[in-house]
Each structure stands twice: as C-alpha cells, then as structure tokens.
C-alpha cells in the first residue's frame, strides 16, 4: 500500500513528495453528520510553503469533491454550488453521481475533477479537519479508495456494503485526478 499521512506532520517534517502525490482533505461538519471530502493529486512543484491560512503548493492539481449528506440536512434543496461555505462544493447536481445508501443517504461525486493552475492552498486542520498526504505509488489507488472506505463505514456510520459500493463510484473520477501528472 502507499504511504499515507497527516499533512501537516509530513510538511513539518520535511517528508512531503516534491515531485508530485495526492492530498487527501477530509472537512466533518460539527453538528452532524455532514461530510465533504476533496482529493487532490499536484504535479510540476515550484515550492510549498507554509502560510497563517495553512500549507501554499505552488503546483498544478486537479481536486475531485465527495460530499456526504445525511437524512436529516436541512437543505437538501440547495444546490451544492450554492450552498452556504462550509457546505459548498463547485457542483450543481447534474454534474454529480449520486449514490443513496440503504438509509437514503446521499453520497455525491464529481464526474469531473476541477483544474489549479499555479497554485493552491490547503487549510489548517481545525475541529474534526484532517487531511493527509499520499505518496504516490501503483498501490495509490487502492490506498485512497481504502481510506475512502474506511472513512464511509467508520467516521461516518454508512454500511461497510454501501461504502464498498460508493467507491466503486468514486473509481472512474478518480482515475481522472490521477492521469495528469503521470500518476496511475
């Protein structure tokens, strides 16, 4: 398997992948079960640096959203374009796969990644954010794809069939994220 682990440790300690990996962000809502999720895979590094707001690539990426929502979100209504920060992905609805679990829970995924060009940010970890570095290897894959499923079942309480489902969904977008920097 790659090599996974917390960002903002492998940055302090000189351990992130200067010619290119995955990262790995995972942005849990206070009060509920809410969840987005974003996978960026960043290739031809000028620097990465840190900043007051978190850690600067100064890279290109291509990010891939997740976006969990429970039964009882109040604004399913919404679109996930405009929903309010904490809740927004840069989707509307007929740019997602969306996958009901058994509990009529919705996961939604990207068709398509979101390209950055030049550079972008990773915020700083606060509350229950977390995000993770992945080093990129043949096994990356399989890597996200288990850290996917073990985030679904365990962080937030989907079966272990419906999670091993949804990443069946999330294989094809993923692919997409990968190719661009020669990572497959």
């Known amino acids: 398997m790659a090599k996974i682990m917390d960002l903002f440790e492998a940055y302090s300690n000189s351990e992130m992948p200067r010619d290119g990996g995955f990262i790995i962000t995972e942005l849990l809502d206070d009060s509920s079960r809410y969840a987005r999720y974003e996978v960026i895979s960043y290739g031809n590094v000028k620097d990465i640096y840190l900043i007051d707001e978190g850690i600067m690539f100064q ?3 291509r ?22 920060e904490s809740h927004r992905i840069p989707y509307r609805l007929n740019e997602l796969e969306v996958f009901k679990t058994k509990r009529q829970e919705k996961l939604m995924i990207a068709k398509e990644p979101v390209e950055t060009y030049s550079s972008f940010t990773i915020a700083n970890e606060t509350g229950y954010n977390t995000s993770y570095v992945v080093y990129k290897e043949e096994s990356t894959a399989r890597t996200i794809l288990g850290f996917f499923e073990q985030s679904f079942w365990k962080t937030l309480n989907i079966s272990r069939t419906d999670a091993k489902n949804a990443c069946e969904i999330i294989t094809s977008p993923l692919e997409k ?3 661009p920097f020669g990572i497959e």
């Open 59 to 61: 890279a290109d990426g």
């Open 63 to 84: 990010k891939m959203f997740v976006l969990f929502e429970p039964l009882n979100y109040s604004a399913k209504h919404v679109e996930p374009a405009f929903r309010d």
């Open 177 to 179: 994220v990968m190719i």
